[in-house]
Nanobody
Framework: VQLQASGGGLVQPGGSLRLSCAAS????????MAWFRQGLGKEREFVAV???????SYDNNVKGRFTISRDNSKNTVDLQMNSLRSEDTAVYYC????????????????????WGQGTLVTVSS
């Protein structure tokens, strides 16, 4: 399984960006695909996940501003980010696993077996 993330860049506060992650090598729609982020000097943190049955979950810090969407026919998962803030500055990673973990495990980076290379999002004026 390989994941390729793209779409990062520099954006002003209040602006929008759309990240995309392309998966190859046996991804199933049954398994979750998620976005995490890691700010400078910080631990990797959960952002959003698209899981079984089309369900989605978000970290409270991005809920209402970010939207995760998945196209199973193309094996892609996107992250639309609106109303960006300086604290959203981070390297964003897409991730997946070929298991269906319990719900509470979806927020944990160690749950995921496959990671993209990361794409940098900088929110600054």
């Amino acid at each position: 399984v390989q994941l390729q993330a793209s779409g990062g860049g520099l954006v002003q506060p209040g602006g929008s960006l759309r990240l995309s992650c392309a998966a190859s090598g046996g991804i199933s729609s049954r398994y979750p695909m998620a976005w995490f982020r890691q700010g400078l000097g910080k631990e990797r943190e959960f952002v959003a996940v698209s899981r079984w049955g089309g369900m989605t979950s978000y970290d409270n810090n991005v809920k209402g501003r970010f939207t995760i969407s998945r196209d199973n026919s193309k094996n892609t998962v996107d992250l639309q980010m609106n109303s960006l803030r300086s604290e959203d500055t981070a390297v964003y990673y897409c991730a997946t696993t070929q298991r269906n973990p319990v719900l509470s495990a979806l927020w944990q980076p160690e749950t995921y077996d496959y990671w993209g290379q990361g794409t940098l999002v900088t929110v600054s004026s």
